[in-house]
């Protein structure tokens, strides 16, 4: 089982940056796929970015695509969703999630779940 806790979100003016992050405890963070999702209030939660265990591939939503970046440290136990060029539209609560499974676009795949952080992007 993993423990998953996010940070980094605030308040961002359109066109600016913030780097969310996400840090696991618990045992074999490494072995887990990981996921950044993302809701906003009265949707779905919708996925933003995945990222293999080995950090060798990477998956994105098309909406996000060339403004968004995940990356991992497992030496430090965390994932990170680098936002750039943030817009209005990237307002939403992040969640970060991990899996075993191969299906890692899927939300339904995810068992282990962050709290959120909340993202606001001001026009």
């Known amino acids: 089982q993993v423990q998953l806790v996010e940070s980094g979100g605030g308040l961002v003016q359109a066109g600016g940056s913030l780097r969310l992050s996400c840090a696991a405890s618990?045992?074999?963070?490494?072995?887990?796929?990981m996921g950044w999702f993302r809701q906003a209030p009265g949707k779905e939660r919708d996925f933003v970015a995945a990222?293999?265990?080995?950090?060798?591939?990477?998956y994105y939503a098309d909406s996000v695509k060339g403004r968004f970046t995940i990356s991992r440290d497992n030496a430090k136990n965390t994932v990170y969703l680098q936002m750039n060029s943030l817009k209005p539209e990237d307002t939403a609560t992040y969640y970060c999630?991990?899996?075993?499974?191969?299906?890692?676009?899927?939300?339904?795949?995810?068992?282990?779940w962050g709290q959120g952080t909340q993202v606001t992007v001001s026009s």
């Open positions: 990222i293999t265990w080995d950090g060798v591939s990477t």
């Open positions: 618990g045992r074999a963070f490494s072995t887990y796929n």
């Open positions: 999630a991990a899996t075993n499974n191969i299906q890692i676009g899927e939300r339904g795949v995810y068992p282990y």
